[in-house]
């Protein structure tokens, strides 16, 4: 079964109990079809993890009781991508999608000199919102205890000067190699440009903040697809760790 979230003020753990509503409800209740009785597990998307067993369903939400409780340590591995908003809505949808799925920790949508979307202030939280949805469905798939953090867009300087970072890359095609880097255990921050990629300057001042320039091969990847690819680069090197806390 899917892992449902629920969040804080849904639990009430001096009780052993919690309400599921809202997404989660219609998922488990229209879709899954539970029944009283079921074991269900659930998150708050930050560690605590458990299983609930159904009581109780009525016409908007579901109660029950909580069962074996604990807590999920985040991977010692943290992958940030800042990407820039696209064009085509799917497409950026697509990259929060497949990139939660591996595994990325934090995603930063981010305004570049080239960036052809920049809604207005009352589009933008609405664009969040629906990206938020996108990201607790995939983590829901996925069975990720810990949600990746969504944050609000950010100007190009602003993402270059994001602090607490190990290793520090920006994408650009006209790089001609990817440096051996050894991942585990590190915070790591991949900026990704969109359609027509980054300016020479931004890379140069880039190049000047502290960011590695990288080629992620000799053909040139769409903005989503790159984004994705940062995230599975660092999860395919981790395969191999024999500490799994290190692996996305």
């Not at 085509?88 to 995603?107: H, N, S, Y």
Request: glycine share 8%; proline share 7%.
């Amino acid at each position: 079964m899917d892992l449902f979230y629920v969040l804080p003020q849904q639990l009430d753990l001096d009780h052993a109990r919690a309400v599921i509503d809202g997404e989660e409800f219609h998922h488990l209740a229209r879709v899954l079809r539970c029944q009283p009785g079921d074991l269900v597990p659930i998150t708050d998307g930050a560690g605590f993890v458990a299983e609930l067993l159904v009581e109780a369903i009525g016409k908007h939400s579901l109660e029950g009781a909580i069962q074996n409780p604990r807590t999920a340590p985040p991977p010692e591995t943290q992958v940030t991508v800042a990407l820039s908003l696209l064009k085509l809505p799917q497409r950026f949808d697509l990259f929060l999608e497949k990139a939660t799925e591996l595994g990325v920790a934090r995603i930063v949508p981010m305004f570049t000199k080239r960036t052809v979307s920049t809604p207005d202030s009352g589009k933008l939280e609405r664009k969040l919102e629906r990206w938020r949805g996108i990201v607790h469905s995939a983590a829901r798939q996925s069975r990720r205890f810990h949600l990746p953090d969504l944050s609000p867009p950010l100007a190009f300087r602003e993402a270059l000067a994001l602090d607490g970072y190990d290793l520090r890359m920006i994408a650009h095609e006209s790089e001609a190699s990817f440096p051996a880097f050894e991942p585990a255990g590190k915070k790591i921050l991949f900026l990704i440009g969109g359609e027509g990629g980054f300016t020479d300057a931004e890379v140069a001042e880039a190049a000047a903040a502290g960011f590695t320039p990288v080629s992620f091969g000799a053909s040139v990847l769409r903005a989503e697809t790159a984004g994705i690819f940062a995230v599975a680069l660092v999860r395919s090197k981790l395969l191999a760790e024999s500490d799994p806390a290190k692996r996305l």
